[in-house]
C-alpha cells in the first residue's frame, strides 16, 4: 500500500489561490491514476480533479477553468492549483491513489461511494479556508 502525504492547504481570501501538493511513495507512482477529492463537516468526500498515467484529466464541473491537476514523476508527486477560490470551497483535501484501474474519472463532481471509498489508497488531508 503506498503512503500519500498532502501539503500545501492553508488560509486564503475568496479569489486567492493555492497550490496543493501530495508525496506518494514507491517506484511505480507513473502508473497510478492519481485524483483529489475534498470533504466538508457533515458531507460525504466528493471527486475534484484526476489524472491517469497517460496524462489524461477530468474535473468536476464547477472547477473547469479554475483548478489544474498534474503530476511530476520524477518527484513522485501530485499537484493541485487552485485559482479563483471561492468560500464554498472550504473544505479538508486528500488525494488517493488508484494503482490498479480508473476508476477516480467516475466520480468528479459526484460523492464517492463507500466501496471506492474503501478501495482507494489516500492521503491524511489538508486543509484548505477561504474567507469572504
Known amino acids: 500500500r503506498e503512503t500519500l502525504v498532502e501539503s500545501g492547504g492553508g488560509s486564503v481570501q475568496a479569489g486567492g489561490s493555492l497550490r496543493l501538493s501530495c508525496a506518494v511513495s514507491?517506484?511505480?507512482?507513473?502508473?497510478?491514476?492519481m485524483a483529489w477529492f475534498r470533504q466538508t463537516p457533515g458531507k460525504e468526500r466528493e471527486g475534484v480533479a484526476a489524472?491517469?498515467?497517460?496524462?489524461?484529466?477530468t474535473y468536476a464541473a464547477s472547477v473547469k477553468g479554475r483548478f489544474t491537476i498534474s503530476r511530476d514523476n520524477a518527484k513522485n508527486t501530485l499537484y493541485l492549483q487552485m485559482n479563483s477560490l471561492k468560500p464554498e470551497e472550504t473544505a479538508m483535501y486528500y488525494c488517493?491513489?488508484?494503482?490498479?484501474?480508473?476508476?477516480?474519472?467516475?466520480?468528479?463532481?459526484?460523492?464517492?461511494?463507500?466501496?471506492?471509498?474503501?478501495?482507494?489508497?489516500w492521503g491524511q488531508g489538508t486543509q484548505v479556508t477561504v474567507s469572504s
Open positions: 489524472i491517469d498515467s497517460d496524462d489524461a484529466m
Open positions: 514507491g517506484h511505480t507512482f507513473s502508473t497510478y491514476c
Open positions: 488517493a491513489a488508484d494503482p490498479i484501474a480508473r476508476r477516480p474519472f467516475t466520480v468528479m463532481g459526484r460523492r464517492v461511494p463507500a466501496p471506492l471509498l474503501e478501495a482507494l489508497n
